[in-house]
């Protein structure tokens, strides 16, 4: 079936710093990608998205490119900040987005000033 | 907009009792809500998905008699889960999709959780 795998955690970064962290998954057909993020106390939110391939998604800063050809859709920013400190989850669907989400573990960033 | 709470929190409770939890949809309505289940250092694993005023569609090993579902409402879904013991002890978070034209793609939005504990 559908999975996602993304970089375990923790990960802590001092401010300004670059932020990658990788996620690679595995579907039968061309799925939409995620990326989720998880303030503390506070629901899931959609970071950004990319439904085809080659397309960016970018938001606040953040940006993830989906590479069919290595199945990959990392996360990127290049100059973190202390409110940027949350948890991450990579996310696919195969539906164009509009059904089941089946996401990766998550990965928890820590900025520190 | 698109605010969606869930109560309570988090929920300490005795084995064999029913625990009910609430997913509501504060500033929209919620056609499609989805419930999951989330074990410490993984993922989130989609439980069941419901429509309202029909019944739930579950994932395979997903026990309907254990994990009641209900959405009886376009803002109201609920989760009780029966006869609970430890191992149901989780995280459990909802979300709520609307298919008004507004929200692109129908995107999910998501409740902060409950933490559910069954000593």
């Known amino acids: 079936g559908d999975s996602v795998t993304q970089m375990e955690g923790p990960v802590t970064l001092s401010e300004e710093a670059c932020l990658t962290i990788n996620c690679t998954y595995t579907a039968t057909g061309y799925p939409s990608l995620f990326w989720y993020v998880q303030y503390p106390g506070e629901g899931l939110q959609l970071l950004l998205k990319a439904t085809k391939a080659d397309d960016k998604g970018s938001n606040k800063g953040f940006e993830a490119t989906y590479r069919k050809e290595t199945t990959s859709f990392h996360l990127e920013k290049g100059s973190v900040q202390v409110s940027d400190s949350a948890v991450y989850f990579c996310?696919?669907?195969?539906?164009?987005?509009?059904?089941?989400?089946?996401f990766g573990k998550g990965t928890k960033l820590t900025v520190n000033p | 907009g698109a605010v969606v709470s869930q109560h309570p929190s988090w929920v300490i409770c005795k084995s064999g009792t029913s625990v009910k939890i609430e997913c509501r949809s504060l500033?929209?309505?919620?056609?499609?809500m989805f419930w999951y289940r989330q074990f410490p250092k993984q993922s989130l694993m989609l439980m069941a998905t419901s429509n309202e005023g029909s019944k739930a569609t579950y994932e395979q090993g997903v026990e309907k008699d254990k994990f009641l579902i209900n959405h009886a409402s376009l803002t109201l879904s609920t989760l009780t889960v029966t006869s609970a013991h430890p191992e149901d002890s989780s995280f459990y978070i909802c979300?709520?999709?609307?298919?008004?034209?507004?929200?692109?793609?129908?995107?999910?939005?998501f409740g902060p959780g409950t933490r559910l504990t069954v000593l």
């Open positions: 500033d929209f309505q919620a056609t499609t």
């Open positions: 979300s709520a999709r609307t298919n008004f034209e507004w929200v692109a793609d129908n995107e999910q939005f």
């Open positions: 996310a696919l669907s195969d539906q164009g987005g509009s059904e089941k989400l089946v």
